[in-house]
């Protein structure tokens, strides 16, 4: 198993990075929140977590090794492949889903593209026992460096696309999370930017 790349970021993509490990480019599908603490060219060190399908090698990368172990013990509950695990940490924190799941909160669940209300009540329940409790970090903010101006708008709507939004909706939420984006200087943190598209998002449905 690969636990970890540690290399110059090659390239960055709407939803995966290139590291160069020893001349060679591994190609990592990321979550917004983890993509926005990448720049091109400068160092990075990702957790990693290799998915193996008969068809098919994906190499998923976190920024932390907390995230990581998240995102395999997801996947233990049934229904839940990598892409909704993914899709479950490009909303919530870790912690986050940890709080959820220990309140049975079945909102913070729903926020997240492809689970509905009796999906996220079955999760609520695999997971219990499963996850772990709350280590009382659920108010501090992600750790993600803020992504830059010019890509934000970019990063957010290739993000809401690869959730499963249609190009229009992509497009009216990135316009209702403008003001929240401007308000933080014009370099706003993209996961917290993806979270706020979501929920308006969720009220015009």
């Known amino acids: 198993m690969i636990a970890f790349v540690s290399g110059p970021v090659a390239a960055l993509g709407p939803d995966s990075a290139v590291i160069e490990v020893g001349g060679v480019g591994m190609a990592l599908q990321c979550t ?4 926005a603490g990448l720049r091109e060219g400068e160092p990075a060190r990702l957790a990693t ?3 193996v399908r008969e068809d098919s090698l994906t190499l998923y990368g976190f920024a932390q090794d907390d995230e990581r172990q998240v995102f395999e013990l997801l ?8 892409r909704l695990a993914q899709a479950m940490l490009a909303v919530h924190s870790p912690e986050a889903l940890r709080v959820a799941v220990a309140g049975g909160d ?3 669940l729903t926020a997240v593209p492809g689970i509905g209300k009796k999906g996220a009540q079955k999760l609520l329940l695999e997971l219990k026992d499963r996850i772990g ?4 970090t659920a108010a501090a903010p992600r750790t993600a460096a803020a992504s830059a101006a010019a890509g934000w708008r970019e990063q957010l709507h290739a993000a809401l696309v690869g959730l499963g939004y249609a190009t229009r909706e992509a497009d009216d939420a990135v316009v209702a999370v403008a003001p929240q984006a401007e308000a933080d200087g014009g370099s706003p943190d993209v996961g917290v930017l993806l979270k706020s598209a979501l929920q308006s998002l969720n009220r015009a449905r």
Not at 75 to 82: E, H, K, L, R
Not at 133 to 136: C, Q, V, W
């Open 75 to 82: 996947q233990t509950a049934s229904g839940v492949g990598p």
């Open 106 to 108: 079945e909102k913070a």
């Open 32 to 35: 917004p929140g983890t993509l």
């Open 133 to 136: 409790a709350p280590l009382g």
């Open 49 to 51: 977590s290799l998915v």
